[in-house]
Nanobody, 114 residues
Framework: QVQLVESGGGSVQAGGSLRLTCVYS????????MAWYRQAPGKQRELVAF???????NYAGSVKGRFTISRDNAKNTVSLQMNNLKPDDTAVYYC????????WGQGTQVTVSS
């Protein structure tokens, strides 16, 4: 069974920090590149960052230098450390495979106030 469970979201003032954690099940996630996505109301889902199984990372320009993605293949987790949060970061954050079209989890809400 393929499952994704995101946690760690919350409400924070601009400039604050949050750390999101995703626990996944299903062997497919252990061999694929993993990503964090986000979606604001009325907006399309966008890719925030991804990490390959070997640890190579890439970030959207809007978060580069502020967010850090990491993974622990043995524990089936992928995390997103978010620093210096901005109101534009407000969204529901999801983890999944790069290029995923299905099997989305509940997501975790991040709200940044000014």
């Amino acid at each position: 069974q393929v499952q994704l469970v995101e946690s760690g979201g919350g409400s924070v003032q601009a400039g604050g920090s949050l750390r999101l954690t995703c626990v996944y099940s299903g062997s497919i996630f252990s061999i694929d590149a993993m990503a964090w996505y986000r979606q604001a109301p009325g907006k399309q889902r966008e890719l925030v960052a991804f990490i390959t199984r070997g640890g190579s990372t890439n970030y959207a320009g809007s978060v580069k230098g502020r967010f850090t993605i990491s993974r622990d293949n043995a524990k089936n987790t992928v995390s997103l450390q978010m620093n210096n949060l901005k109101p534009d970061d407000t969204a529901v954050y999801y983890c999944n495979r790069v290029g995923a079209t299905m099997n989305w989890g509940q997501g975790t809400q991040v709200t940044v106030s000014s």
